[in-house]
């Protein structure tokens, strides 16, 4: 029902900036919340940031707060992550995920139905 695609990863240094984008596509698309995951090598996906289905509230992982911005445009098809002062603890494969309808941004990937294929983020120190 609902089709997601991330893009905009890439290699980058310390302290640099990224922007990943996510393409949401399919039905009630404004009625679902959208949140950023991500994975590292060898450990468990981690909830990054989240943003409620109105726009608000927004949340993140208290290891990006005041780094990370999540955002989405007016037509709902877009979610991005604005990615500031990356350090290399942020490499990691990032997925879009969205909430079925009329659910919050939650924190676990449980709170999540549908995900996208990733798109890898490496930082270099």
């Known amino acids: 029902q609902v089709q997601l695609v991330e893009s905009g990863g890439g290699l980058v240094q310390a302290g640099e900036s990224l922007r990943l984008s996510c393409a949401v596509s399919?039905?009630?698309?404004?009625?679902?919340?959208l949140g950023w995951f991500r994975q590292a090598p060898g450990k468990e996906r981690e909830f990054v940031a989240g943003?409620?289905?109105?726009?608000?509230?927004?949340r993140y992982a208290d290891s990006v707060e005041g780094r990370f911005t999540i955002s989405r445009d007016k037509t709902r098809k877009l979610v991005y992550l604005q990615m500031s002062t990356l350090q290399p603890e942020d490499t990691a494969v990032y997925y879009c995920?969205?909430?079925?309808?009329?659910?919050?941004?939650?924190?676990?990937?449980?709170?999540?139905?549908?995900w996208g294929q990733g798109t890898q983020v490496s930082v270099s120190s």
């Open positions: 399919g039905r009630t698309l404004g009625s679902r919340s």
């Open positions: 943003i409620g289905w109105k726009g608000d509230p927004t």
């Open positions: 995920a969205a909430t079925n309808p009329v659910q919050p941004a939650g924190i676990t990937a449980d709170d999540y139905a549908y």
